[in-house]
């Protein structure tokens, strides 16, 4: 019996977990908002931290139907939602069709994979990136 008890605890332990762990996506704080300008689109820029002792904090942006949440996992800037990579990021509508999202880039080779992988289209718009540091070192 006190095998059994143990068992249950040991695996409702660990599923609370990983649980915890999958949904816990820190203080989300949004830092800027812009509508499309058909009205359907929203962007934001935000940023988030949490992770405890360890923690983390990055910076980030969202493209979703106005009305919806923002989720910091449906992000449109690198691989690891987690990583600091990006910063200073504004986000301008060209048209209903064509977003701008300029941002600073950190260059370290450590982040090359990472930030090599953009969103270039999202709900039939266009992503046009500007890395404001490109040209420096």
Known sequence: MNSTIFKLTLITSVAS????????????????????PNGELVVSTFSCQGGGAAGYLYFNANLRKVGETLDPENFLLGKHRTWKAFHSISARWIDDKNLELSYYQVNSPDYKENNSIKVDSKYGVKINHVITNKNKG
């Open 17 to 36: 977990l990983l649980w915890g762990c999958k949904t816990d996506m820190g203080r989300v704080e949004i830092i800027d908002e812009k509508v499309s």
